[in-house]
Nanobody, 121 residues
Framework: QVQLVESGGGLVQPGGSLRLSCAAS????????MSWYRQAPGKQRELVAG???????NYADSVKGRFTISRDNAKNTVYLQMNSLKPEDTAAYFC???????????????WGQGTQVTVSS
């Protein structure tokens, strides 16, 4: 199994910044993609940004130019730097990964428990 622990959420004013972190732990053999999703009340969960083990990234159009995803492969950690935050960025942010553990040859999906980001004055 892989455990994902997110941190860094909180309350911030419009225009402010936050940095989310997600650390993966467990009997990890390999981590492939690491991503951030978000879900606002009454809305579907949506992809915010993703990054492959090779460093290729993709972003939702709504966050391009404001958010930056990065990862530290040595620490099995992914980050999301969020700048110029807007009220519409308010949501629970979830870390997601596709990973293989030592005793399993099949890559599987794992989710974190989520961290709340609230953008409000």
């Amino acid at each position: 199994q892989v455990q994902l622990v997110e941190s860094g959420g909180g309350l911030v004013q419009p225009g402010g910044s936050l940095r989310l972190s997600c650390a993966a732990s467990g009997s990890i053999f390999s981590i492939y993609v690491m991503s951030w999703y978000r879900q606002a009340p009454g809305k579907q969960r949506e992809l915010v940004a993703g990054i492959t083990s090779g460093g290729n990234t993709n972003y939702a159009d709504s966050v391009k130019g404001r958010f930056t995803i990065s990862r530290d492969n040595a620490k099995n950690t992914v980050y999301l730097q969020m700048n110029s935050l807007k009220p519409e960025d308010t949501a629970a942010y979830f870390c997601y990964t596709v990973a293989r553990v030592m005793v399993d040859t099949t890559p599987r999906n794992y989710w974190g428990q989520g961290t709340q980001v609230t953008v409000s004055s």
